[in-house]
């Protein structure tokens, strides 16, 4: 792809962002983005062939951004004890979190939408969720296999699903009713009472 037509991409998919965390799909028209831009709406309808691919796009780069900060870049089964594990990946995403209030907006304006009732909200919510469950499960499974994770009768599923819950919880509330702090201190507290007593070698 040549330099030029990435930067107008990224211009756009900049735009956009900011426009959908503070604003909303909905409320996010495309005169916001050639305005922001300085594209012509024609430029911008080259790029994405509409609103909704670009919100698409957006929200997925989020997922993205958030699954390279949990999983780890090379994977080194049996390595890394469950406790180091989650307690660094989780600190590192609520710094980030916290540092990114156009990031938090996003998936609030999402949620909204879908227990409004969107339809295509609903889908597009269920299919990220799936995709991020699917990707980490993935993951887990290979760098702690079998049972390595079995504790209080939790599966691997069970547990990425508990931390998909928790994502949504810090998002929703992060900087607004728990400051950033006193989030890794209940994050703290979850991991331990889950993983402290495991040794290395389980």
């Not at 938090?104 to 969107?118: I, T």
């Not at 702690?144 to 069970?158: E, I, K, T, V, Y």
């Not at 508990?162 to 728990?178: A, D, K």
Request: hydrophobic letters at 45%; a neutral charge; one cysteine or more.
């Amino acid at each position: 792809m040549p330099e030029e037509v990435r930067d107008a991409r990224k211009s756009i998919l900049g735009a956009a962002r900011e426009g959908f965390a503070l604003k909303g799909y909905y409320g996010t028209s495309m005169d916001f983005i050639v305005k922001k831009t300085g594209l012509s709406k024609g430029a911008i309808y080259w790029h994405f062939p509409g609103k909704w691919a670009m919100y698409t796009v957006v929200l997925s780069e989020e997922a993205e951004r958030i699954k390279g900060i949990v999983l780890p870049s090379e994977l080194s089964a049996g390595v890394l004890r469950p406790t180091e594990f989650f307690m660094t990946r989780g600190e590192r995403l609520i710094d980030m979190l916290a540092d990114d209030v156009l990031c938090r907006l996003l998936f609030v304006h999402l949620m909204l939408e879908a227990m409004r009732g969107r339809e295509e909200m609903v889908e597009f919510v269920t299919s990220l969720r799936s995709s991020v469950t699917e990707d980490v499960l993935s993951v887990f499974e290979r760098l702690f296999p079998g049972d390595a994770l079995r504790m209080h009768a939790l599966s691997h599923r069970d547990l990425v699903s508990m931390f998909v819950s928790i994502l949504h919880g810090l998002i929703m509330n992060l900087e607004l009713t728990v400051s950033r702090e006193e989030a890794k201190k209940s994050w703290r507290f979850l991991v331990w009472s889950v993983f402290g007593g495991m040794s290395h070698e389980s």
